[in-house]
């Protein structure tokens, strides 16, 4: 019973992971089509950090107002954070180190979140990608401590195949349709 349970919390923790890549996917598109203004550019930087493994990162903070109210913004766009690759964000650096003023786009129910940078990048689809195939092991694991003798069953094979296939498809088209070149989706309206 206990082995089931901890099945089961697998499967739930891949589902977890699922669910958070869903709303950042859900954010970003949404983040597209939200109402734009322009933001004064407070400071900008390229963060390195060395704890554990090499990550890096471009901080930015600003500010813009929206019915005479003034807000402080931070993100990039949403899901964006640190990787162990300097290059893109050496390269969202450069782009913005010489800005004074960029367009932001904000929520319009909640005018304190916004991003300079709109709609999706392949970040966002980490979460579900690393979801999907923990669910995927995991129900695969399950078989085969409860189920041995389906290992042996060709019609499960082709089955895991297709499915696997099909997502690596699946996913290799969706990563194509993503433009992940962000600096063509921030708009400069003033440089020093």
Same mark, same amino acid.
């Given at each position: %019973?206990? &082995? +089931?349970? &901890?099945?089961?919390? /697998?499967? /739930?923790?891949? $589902? ?8 950042? /996917?859900?954010?970003? =598109? ?14 900008c ?7 554990? $493994? ?10 813009? &107002? ?16 640190? *990787?162990?690759?300097?290059? !893109?964000?050496? $390269? ?6 010489? $800005?004074? *003023?960029?367009?932001? =786009?904000?929520n ?11 709609? /999706?990048?392949?970040?966002h689809l ?6 999907? #195939?923990?669910?995927l092991?995991?129900? %695969?694991?399950? #078989?085969?401590?409860?189920? !041995?003798? *389906?290992?042996?069953n !060709? ?17 290799? +088209? #969706?990563?194509?349709s ?10 400069? #309206?003033?440089?020093?």
């Open positions: %019973m206990e &082995t +089931k349970a &901890t099945f089961v919390s /697998l499967i /739930l923790f891949g $589902a977890f992971y699922i669910c958070i890549g869903a709303y950042f /996917l859900n954010k970003a =598109r949404r983040s597209e089509f939200w109402p734009k203004t322009s933001a004064t550019i407070k400071h930087a390229i963060v390195e950090d060395y704890d554990e $493994a090499p990550t890096f990162q471009t901080t930015i903070s600003y500010s813009y &107002t929206i019915n005479k109210t003034q807000y402080d913004g931070y993100q990039i766009y949403d899901g964006y954070q640190a *990787t162990g690759s300097y290059e !893109p964000h050496k $390269a969202i650096y450069e782009y913005l180190k010489d $800005a004074q *003023t960029v367009e932001v =786009r904000y319009p129910s909640n005018p304190s979140d916004s991003v300079i940078a709109y709609g /999706l990048s392949k970040q980490s979460f579900i990608i690393f979801g999907g #195939l923990f669910v092991i995991t129900v %695969m694991a399950t #078989l085969y401590k409860f189920s !041995p003798d *389906t290992f042996n !060709p019609i499960y094979w082709f089955v895991v195949c297709s499915i696997f296939f099909s997502g690596v498809i699946g996913y290799i +088209k #969706l990563l194509a993503v433009e992940d070149n962000i600096i063509q989706r921030i708009k400069i #309206l003033g440089k020093n």
